[in-house]
């Protein structure tokens, strides 16, 4: 059995430096290297059994393999983490990407992308744990030396953000048969409310100095030598981590509420110690139950014989906390004598004697965002548990939780060191305590995003009709119950529109089905096509903050079902307009940047008209993607909301060519907005484009969308694709192209990308929709040359192997022929989709209309081309992009241009 995993190698090859860092000495060392392949050996004990079996049983499991049963699911995870259990469909769940992008198979990486997504909880164990001390965190700071770093993995594993099974934190702490258990505040074996008698205590404590007392009663009883605490530093309310060994000192132990402090990054000093005690947040506590269960860091705990937790609502950094005092109440730190938390409201009490409060709820965007992963108010894995919710003023909640806890709190009876007051369960005080320790639970809901309901692949691929079906109610609620309601959403920042999305998903959870759509359409008027075809997982999804912990809220899914469900309704909700101010503004180009900035000026009261070169709107929403991705009535439906708003159309116009920008002006049009797309496509420069079969992306997405060619021949376009296609290109419209290829009856279709498949721009579920279709993927491959028979028929496509190189200025890595590696493919129709080019129509028209070298117009930060009164966005700006981003520049633009033309026609605007 091979127990020398990568994990244990690197420690080894590493052993010089971890044993002069003196984080472990050379014993210590040695066990935890027996302590590890104990541990490796047992797990792929597990792995092994599990592969017999085809399945993850425990209780088989447990009697094949002699385990205890938290050391077998702790492993379980531990597989599934790691990705060694994807064989049956179990992916890891926390930061999967770090993981999956990790190079040494079977190694976590390390805590780094934690800190940088601010999932941290600060408990400062990463810093202890590191063997050779890459790892320096402070109370607002973290820094981790990349040099030094050995990639161990040894910090993630032991994080209590990384993973840790549920069902472990709500295992049985006692062994008492006397166990009593409430769902919010976990197993206990009695609660009550006290209060030091020790005045010394009473003067410098908080609430009922039980803690201080407690850590007294210790000493006193000889139960510790030392302990892990925090004490109040030369900064006033900064605490530091220190260790206590002696009773004297304990009084230094006061007044750092709300204020975290990595107490666990001392614990590796406190080795000089046999039996500590630990004082501490309920991350504290969980991290220290994660490292007993699974004994990586054994020399780092086996002295501690108490845990000691306090309850814990929200923390706040030192910097988070100087902010807040700044920003909510005007004050700085040097005048506060205390600060607290009671019923819902946050008090600063001054040394003048003068008192602020506010309720905590407003505070959210100065906690820390970790804080919104925990469901922990009272400390559930510590010995004994204190708190002031429930409790008098001068009193603390105290729940004895363990034989030791209970043992402690009687000796500290016995020494009348602290007095208890019965705390019933059928009492006020303990409805209060639940009900605060729920409303944390609902914070972070352990559930797993929605699947889409989708049709059947096989039934798909020969019939248009829409992929994926939407979710149910229950599904939606579920969801929406997901969201974190985090203090900082940076899911609103990463949405082009700004859509505010902890409030949808609020009033979703909350089943208020009509004031979500509402606030969706305040946001935005297109959400049943965004929903659809947004990129959400590199936008709003990509922010989400748990994107990393697990998966992002399915926002998209969402916000595709609210407009479904106002279609299903028949409601057909639209947002306030101004009253008219008669101001003539043309729009020209009915794509999605052309509506969005259609209806945002209808809104503000102008008398909008789109100009639209076709016969139907939409733009790309209804030539371009196909009807299963996109039902064109969903786009025809989304137009007429825009009708509402009194926004007209006038279709079958080219501006450029029927009219121009000097025509309408004559007309009385006082503004435009040219949202024209990039409609033009592009070649590659190759021999063979001229050949019979070879089409562009465009025209033949236009024939199978526009002019309905899939249903030739009730329609009387039609539309010609061989046995084999090739589509060229990685981007949605190749996708679209090769799956409508597909639908139309191709028995085979490969689509040739020349990066791979990492690079592929595409959405991500169309990619998986496309593979689940059986089209077939050539990566690293380039089209050199087009062959055609003597008919000029196309049947040959002579393709390079590419390699990728150093990244170009798309940021993605430049792909690079390799030599001798040609071949060739027969193929009957090629479909090229390697991008468009800006539509030259109407610049043309405009000759002092500043342009790119690439015919895309150029505009200042505020959507303002080089010509007065004339604006533009969207795909003639930026070149092809995405929907939403065409709706962010054309609702951009809508307001530059109320700003221009309140000044220039003096408008008046309430
Ligand atoms: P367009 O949508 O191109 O609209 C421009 C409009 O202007 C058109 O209606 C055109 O007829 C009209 N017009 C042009 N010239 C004139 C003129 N002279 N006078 C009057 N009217 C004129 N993005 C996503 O986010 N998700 C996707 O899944 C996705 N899939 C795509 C699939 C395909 C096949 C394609 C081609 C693109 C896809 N995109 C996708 C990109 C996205 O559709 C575009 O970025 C977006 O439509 C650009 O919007 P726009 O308003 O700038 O231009």
Redesign the pocket.
């Known amino acids: 059995m091979e127990t020398k995993t990568p994990l244990i190698n690197i420690l080894l090859n590493n052993k010089d430096t971890i044993l002069k860092v003196e984080r472990y000495t050379r014993i210590e060392f040695e066990n935890l290297i027996i302590s590890l392949i104990k541990a490796e050996k047992e797990r792929q004990d597990i792995l092994k059994k599990i592969k017999e079996f085809g399945s993850i049983n425990i209780l088989t499991l447990k009697k094949e393999i002699e385990i205890a049963e938290d050391l077998l699911i702790y492993n379980i995870e531990y597989l599934k983490e790691l990705g060694s259990l994807e064989f049956l469909g179990e992916k890891s769940r926390f930061f999967h990407s770090s993981i999956e992008k990790n190079k040494i198979r079977g190694i976590f990486p390390n805590v780094k992308i934690i800190r940088d997504k601010n999932l941290c909880c600060g408990c400062g164990l990463c810093d202890s744990v590191c063997p050779v001390h890459a790892i320096n965190y402070t109370s607002s700071t973290f820094e981790l030396n990349e040099d030094i770093c050995i990639e161990c993995g040894l910090c993630f594993s032991c994080c209590p953000r990384s993973f840790f099974p549920k069902s472990l934190k709500k295992t049985k702490i006692g062994t008492d048969s006397n166990t009593r258990h409430s769902e919010p505040i976990n197993n206990y074996l009695e609660i009550y409310s006290a209060h030091t008698t020790d005045e010394r205590i009473k003067k410098f404590a908080q609430d009922g100095g039980i803690v201080t007392s407690l850590l007294k009663t210790a000493f006193q009883a000889q139960i510790i030598d030392a302990s892990i605490a925090v004490s109040v530093s030369d900064e006033p309310h900064k605490p530091l981590p220190v260790i206590i060994d002696r009773e004297e000192e304990l009084l230094r132990t006061a007044g750092t509420k709300y204020t975290n402090s990595p107490s666990l990054k001392i614990l590796h000093t406190s080795r000089s110690y046999n039996k500590i005690a630990v004082v501490g947040t309920p991350c504290m506590m969980e991290a220290l139950k994660k490292i007993s269960i699974y004994p990586l860091n054994k020399p780092l705990y086996e002295n501690i014989v108490l845990k000691i937790g306090l309850f814990c609502m929200e923390s706040f950094d030192y910097d988070q906390i100087k902010d807040l005092l700044r920003g909510e109440f005007k004050i700085t730190l040097k005048g506060i004598r205390k600060m607290d938390i009671d019923k819902g409201r946050f008090f600063i009490f001054n040394k003048d004697d003068s008192i602020y409060t506010i309720p905590v709820k407003e505070l959210k965007t100065y906690g820390r965002p970790g804080c919104f992963f925990c469901d922990d108010l009272t400390s559930e894995q510590a010995d004994i548990s204190v708190g002031s919710i429930g409790s008098e003023p001068g009193w603390s909640t105290v729940i004895i939780r363990t034989s030791k806890g209970a043992d402690l709190f009687q000796k500290a009876l016995n020494l009348k060191l602290i007095e208890k007051k019965e705390f019933a369960e059928d009492s006020k005080s303990f409805r209060i305590l639940n009900r605060v320790a729920k409303s944390k639970q609902k914070i972070y809901k352990e559930t797993y995003r929605p699947k889409m309901i989708e049709q059947d692949p096989r039934l798909r691929i020969s019939n248009f009709q829409e992929v994926s079906e939407g979710l149910t109610l229950e599904m939606v609620k579920l969801e929406a119950n997901r969201c974190l309601q985090c203090g900082m959403p940076h899911c609103i920042s990463g949405c082009p529109v700004n859509i505010d999305i902890p409030q949808f998903l609020k009033l979703l959870k909350q089943g208020k089905s009509i004031d979500a759509l509402r606030l969706m359409k305040n946001y935005n008027l297109l959400p049943a096509i965004c929903g659809r075809?947004?990129?959400q997982e590199i936008q709003c999804e990509k922010s989400c903050l748990l994107n990393n912990l697990e998966e992002p809220i399915a926002i998209g899914y969402l916000e595709r079902f609210i407009a479904d469900w106002e279609r299903k309704n028949q409601l057909k909700e639209c947002p306030e307009c101004k009253a008219s101010n008669d101001v003539k503004v043309a729009v020209?180009?009915?794509?999605?940047?052309?509506l969005t900035c259609a209806g945002e000026l209808a809104r503000l009261g102008y008398d909008v008209t789109i100009?639209?070169?076709?016969h139907a709107g939409?733009?790309?929403?209804t030539y371009?993607?196909p009807e299963f991705r996109l039902p064109k009535d969903i786009v025809k439906e989304e137009i007429e909301t825009l009708k509402l708003l009194d926004v007209k159309i006038q279709y079958n116009?080219?501006?450029?060519k029927s009219l121009t920008i000097q025509d309408l002006e004559e007309m009385g049009y006082k503004a435009f907005f040219i949202?024209?797309?990039?409609?033009l496509p592009m070649f590659p420069k190759i021999l063979g484009l001229n050949l019979n079969g070879v089409l562009t992306?465009n025209e033949f997405?236009t024939r199978a969308n526009l002019m309905k060619a899939y249903k030739f021949p009730d329609y009387d376009t039609p539309i010609k694709v061989g046995d084999v296609v090739l589509v060229i290109g990685g981007g949605?419209?190749a996708l679209?192209s090769a799956r409508v290829a597909k639908r139309l009856g191709a028995k085979r279709v490969i689509l040739v990308y020349r990066r791979s498949e990492v690079e592929m721009p595409a959405?991500k579920e169309?990619y998986y929709h496309a593979v689940e279709e059986k089209i077939e993927f050539m990566f690293l491959t380039n089209p050199i040359r087009f062959i055609g028979d003597d008919k000029d028929n196309l049947k040959q496509v002579k393709v390079v192997k590419m390699r990728l190189g150093k990244p170009d200025e798309s940021g993605r890595r430049r792909p690079i022929p390799i030599e001798n590696s040609e071949s060739f493919i027969q193929a009957d129709t090629v479909i090229l989709a390697i991008g468009a080019l800006a539509?030259p129509?109407?610049t043309k028209s405009l000759p002092d209309l500043k342009l790119s070298k690439w015919g895309y117009i150029e505009t200042d930060e505020n959507s303002k081309t080089s010509l007065e009164g004339i604006y533009a966005g969207?795909?003639?700006v930026s070149g092809?992009?995405?929907?939403?981003s065409?709706m962010g520049a054309g609702k951009k633009a809508a307001r530059a241009m109320h700003k221009y033309l309140k000044y220039k026609l003096a408008l008046i605007d309430d």
């Not at 100009?611 to 076709?614: L, P, V």
């Not at 939409?618 to 929403?621: A, H, I, M």
């Not at 116009?653 to 450029?656: E, H, P, S």
């Not at 092809?880 to 939403?884: P, R």
């Open positions: 075809v947004c990129p020209i180009g009915s794509g999605p940047a052309g100009f639209e070169a076709f939409g733009g790309v929403l371009g993607i116009t080219i501006i450029g949202g024209v797309g990039a409609g992306a997405l949605n419209t679209d959405r169309e539509n129509v109407l969207g795909d003639i092809s992009a995405t929907v939403i065409a």
